[in-house]
């Protein structure tokens, strides 16, 4: 039916939730499982990243520059005003989820992914999804506590220690133990695709359980939800046309602006939810992650029609600025 599986199983996690939600013991129990799983998760993203991707990607200054650009000062901005906006009209928790929805870092998976379906520039894409998650460790939490200082949901600094042990040690053990297992891993990708897909089902399972015996979802309204929805639609649009407009007056080639809008346009849920899980109360992770979650799916919709839109034009690249050039590769 052309709808994305892992949508489904998204879908099916949070109704297993409602209907089932774990607590007491179990609820214990899960946490120190939804530990585990994220640092498993980090751990397999340092084996799989390759430095020397990382150090190509960074000689392209300009692409670079332009995707942070995007992800951590447009998309704050963005933020800032619909939160200002929309203080009294939305329940606390969803507005506080859209400000951290706009202060995450980028995707991996899916901005490569697209970027090749559109013949654009993989290792670029690479370099700034890779970089755009590992400044996110510590850009994110920070850009949480100075924009949500006078919330009731702030969080204190041990928050960042968290993070550190939680998500970054295990990427650098990754890192270090990539010499070992890098080639093992890269020929078990359905394996590690069910690790990295299965964490993230497990810690919104964890966090929706814990929403409904808090009895947060009692006081989400219909409106309120489509509200929510309208305004992820807003913020989406607004960062994919501004983004391809920036990289267009800027010179880009088609190929580098591929890269551009796909990397700078998109919220990593993979790093959203166990950061959210670290940085807020246990009682209302699941409201606070309502719009990411929605958000997601909306630009794997919205990006899977723009990158086959893409892939479907005549090969006529755009000039160069001098000393920069574009790896790309075959259509597949």
Request: proline share 6%; glycine share 8%; net charge neutral.
């Amino acid at each position: 039916m052309g709808i994305d599986p892992y949508l489904i199983a998204l879908i099916a996690t949070v109704t297993l939730a409602s209907l089932l939600p774990v607590h007491g013991l179990g609820a214990e129990i899960m946490d120190k499982v939804v530990y585990a799983a994220v640092a498993l998760l980090f751990f397999l993203y340092g084996a799989k990243l390759s430095p020397k991707a990382v150090a190509a990607g960074l000689l392209h200054w300009r692409l670079q520059s332009l995707v942070f650009l995007s992800t951590f000062v447009l998309f704050p901005l963005i933020g800032i005003g619909l939160t200002l906006l929309l203080q009294d009209e939305l329940p606390q928790e969803l507005v506080v989820g859209l400000m951290f929805l706009c202060v995450l870092p980028s995707t991996v998976q899916s901005s490569i992914a697209f970027t090749s379906i559109a013949r654009g520039n993989v290792p670029a894409a690479l370099c700034s999804a890779s970089i755009s998650n590992l400044v996110g460790m510590f850009l994110t939490p920070v850009l949480v506590g100075l924009l949500l200082t006078t919330s009731e949901l702030s969080f204190s600094l041990d928050s960042i220690w968290n993070i550190v042990l939680q998500l970054f040690v295990p990427f650098l053990a990754g890192q270090a133990a990539r010499p070992l297992i890098g080639r093992w891993l890269e020929k078990r990708k359905p394996v590690v695709s069910l690790v990295d897909r299965g964490s993230i089902l497990l810690v919104v399972y964890a966090a929706f359980s814990e929403g409904m015996v808090a009895g947060i979802w009692s006081q989400l309204e219909w409106e309120d939800l489509a509200i929510v929805i309208g305004l992820d639609v807003l913020i989406l649009g607004l960062v994919l046309a501004l983004t391809t407009f920036v990289s267009r007056r800027g010179g880009f080639s088609k190929e580098d602006e591929i890269a551009i809008v796909f990397c700078g346009s998109k919220k990593s849920l993979a790093a959203g939810i166990p950061m959210a899980n670290i940085l807020f109360p246990a009682g209302v992770i699941g409201m606070v992650v309502l719009p990411l979650m929605l958000f997601h799916q909306l630009q794997l919709f919205a990006c899977a029609t723009l990158a086959q839109r893409y892939a479907r034009r005549t090969d006529d690249p755009a000039p160069r600025p001098a000393g920069e050039t574009s790896a790309v590769p075959s259509a597949p």
